[in-house]
């Protein structure tokens, strides 16, 4: 258990829909990065908070948004899905900006029908 | 920006053999190198990491790498795979000082497969 959590574990929703995945960083730990894993792209970074500040964007739709809290546990919000959003979402967690290493959760499964 | 490649796709090794698996990597400061491995429907789990020091590192499981600047590679090797070791491996930077926000890019990982 990395002791990184995730909620929900599987999301099934239709096309144009909105979810908000959910994730509990370790504790103690301030920055939280999300992934995006799929068949075809990989594992693609797509954003990073720092103690409730944004602090990093990868390739994340303008579709997608994200925000950390003060309590340090963060959303990803996804709008207007497509198939094509179809992926396992993971959430990680480490202790500061840089050379430690990342914690990640089991990951959300979305399926965009 | 960086970046990692990880030449194969797959690694077929029998058990009690060595296990080797490549990465290479590319950035314009000093690296910061991971190796993650992914068991099915299961999160990453860190393995080891090189940031400084010792070209060879000690992980988990048993596991090592090591980093060799003048090939910008960082292999990880285990001298006696198992079973169990079945998995999709996947090696990871970070652009040290430069990056050091933390953005950790992956390569496009290895699955390895251990045979009895």
């Known amino acids: 258990d990395s002791g990184v959590t995730q909620t929900p574990k599987h999301l099934i929703t239709a096309t144009g829909q909105r979810v908000t995945l959910r994730c509990s960083p370790r504790?103690?730990?301030?920055?939280v990065y999300w992934y995006q894993q799929s068949l075809d792209q990989g594992l693609q970074f797509l954003i990073q908070?720092?103690?409730?500040?944004?602090?990093a964007k990868g390739n994340i739709l303008e579709r997608f948004s994200a925000q950390q809290f003060p309590d340090l546990h963060s959303e990803l919000n996804l709008s207007s899905l497509e198939l094509g959003d179809s992926a396992l979402y993971f959430c990680?967690?480490?202790?500061?900006?840089?050379?430690?290493?990342?914690?990640f959760g089991q990951g959300t499964r979305l399926t965009v029908v | 920006a960086q970046s990692v490649a990880q030449p194969e796709d797959q690694v077929n090794v029998a058990e009690g053999n060595p296990l080797t698996v490549k990465c290479t990597y590319s950035?314009?400061?000093?690296?910061?190198l991971f190796w993650y491995v992914q068991y099915p429907n299961r999160g990453l789990q860190f393995l080891l990491k090189?940031?400084?020091?010792?070209?060879l590192v000690k992980g988990s499981y048993g596991f090592e790498a090591e980093f060799n600047k003048s090939q910008t590679s960082f292999h990880l090797k285990k001298p006696s795979a198992l079973v169990s070791d079945s998995a999709l491996y996947f090696c990871?930077?970070?652009?040290?000082?430069?990056?050091?926000?933390?953005?950790?890019?992956f390569g496009a990982g290895t699955q390895v497969v251990v045979t009895p």
């Open positions: 990680a967690s480490s202790e500061d900006r840089g050379n430690t290493e990342a914690f």
């Open positions: 504790s103690g730990d301030l920055s």
């Open positions: 908070y720092y103690n409730g500040e944004e602090r």
């Open positions: 950035v314009s400061g000093n690296p910061y």
């Open positions: 090189y940031i400084t020091g010792d070209n």
């Open positions: 990871a930077v970070r652009d040290g000082p430069t990056d050091s926000w933390g953005k950790l890019q």
